[in-house]
T-cell receptor, first 109, second 114 residues
């Protein structure tokens, strides 16, 4: 079954601390994985996708097929990073997105 | 740049009433997806359309129907509303001509059923 798991509902860190938002997936085949971010009262925005291997706003994510993980990392958190983060898996046949339950990142000053 | 537009942004209905949610994709995008996000829940896929044809169907109740029109906008029709239908309804669009179909989300319509 296709599934995305984000074990942490809330992650609270201090400004300048490293951040790691965990995401594990279950998918038969070669996965397409994304991280979406939702700032307060704003729409879901694509943060990054594994195929592009880019860094956005200091965030990176590496696909680890052995551990079926796609954790999101940032070395130094900023207050403006506070938001809801969703890990998502794209169904290769239909392109629909399967979301994890989300992790609320709260960066304290 | 133009983004995905959804209307209305907020909608309050009573039980057993009907509601119509509209989605206007980014220009030249040919695929529309609808997602439902209940309170404290992750977005759940409802239905999608490609070139005005239904391309996939998720956990969408029979009371709901949707279509994509010739100008690519889409409407989600919801009848016999129930309290449990209260949620944020997102629409997303993508362009199939890209090698990877990045979905762009609208701001959502918050439906409250009383």
């Amino acid at each position: 079954a296709q599934r995305v798991t984000q074990p942490e509902k809330l992650l609270s860190v201090f400004k300048g601390a490293p951040v790691e938002l965990k995401c594990n997936y279950s998918y038969s085949g070669s996965p397409e994985l994304f991280w979406y971010v939702q700032y307060s009262r704003q729409r879901l925005q694509l943060l990054l996708r594994h195929i592009s291997r880019e860094s956005i706003k200091g965030f990176t994510a590496d696909l680890n097929k052995g551990e079926t993980s796609f954790h999101l990392k940032k070395p130094f958190a900023q207050e403006e990073d506070s938001a809801m983060y969703y890990c998502a898996l794209e169904d290769g046949a239909t392109n629909k997105l399967i979301f994890g339950t989300g992790t609320l990142l709260a960066v304290q000053p | 740049a133009a983004g995905v537009i959804q209307s209305p942004r907020h909608l309050i209905k009573e039980k057993r009433e009907t509601a119509t949610l509209k989605c206007y994709p980014i220009p030249r995008h040919d695929t529309v997806y609808w997602y439902q996000q209940g309170p404290g829940q992750d977005p759940q896929f409802l239905i999608s359309f490609y070139e005005k044809m239904q391309s996939d169907k998720g956990s969408i109740p029979d009371r709901f129907s949707a279509q994509q029109f010739s100008d690519y906008h889409s409407e989600l029709n919801m009848s016999s509303l129930e309290l449990g239908d209260s949620a944020l309804y997102f629409c997303a669009s993508s362009f199939s001509g890209r090698s990877h179909y990045e979905q762009y989300f609208g701001p959502g319509t918050r439906l409250t059923v009383t």
